[in-house]
């Protein structure tokens, strides 16, 4: 069965960092491009970071560049995603996922997601 968990989530400061982990199990990741996605209660799923299969390209959204940057360890078949100067709008359930494709999207066009691990940035 195809299976990602994320961990990593908890509750920061603004201006503080934390790392999002994706582990994949059933499946090899070395196949899939993954990317990160976040929501808050009430609002639409928004795409936060993606990375291709081959790891050359990367994307982020508007809001988050220069302060996010995701990366994979295939050996550890995991995906990571550190996050850092957070800010309070940065608050929400992220989610990774998956798709068997060499393409980055930022759009949820993904075969696999994980359940997802809350970030929230308060003082």
């Known amino acids: 069965q195809l299976q990602l968990v994320e961990s990593g989530g908890g509750l920061v400061q603004p201006g503080g960092s934390l790392r999002l982990s994706c582990a994949a199990s059933?499946?090899?990741?070395?196949?899939?491009?993954i990317g990160w996605f976040r929501q808050a209660p009430g609002k639409e799923r928004e795409g936060v970071s993606c990375?291709?299969?081959?790891?050359?390209?990367?994307n982020y959204a508007d809001s988050v560049k220069g302060r996010f940057t995701i990366s994979r360890d295939n050996a550890k078949n995991t995906v990571y995603l550190q996050m850092t100067s957070l800010k309070p709008e940065d608050t929400a359930k992220y989610y990774c996922?998956?798709?068997?494709?060499?393409?980055?999207?930022?759009?949820?066009?993904?075969?696999?997601w994980g359940r997802g691990t809350q970030v929230t940035v308060s003082s």
């Open positions: 059933g499946f090899t990741l070395d196949y899939y491009s």
């Open positions: 990375i291709s299969r081959s790891g050359s390209t990367t």
């Open positions: 996922a998956a798709a068997q494709r060499s393409l980055c999207l930022m759009s949820p066009t993904y075969n696999v």
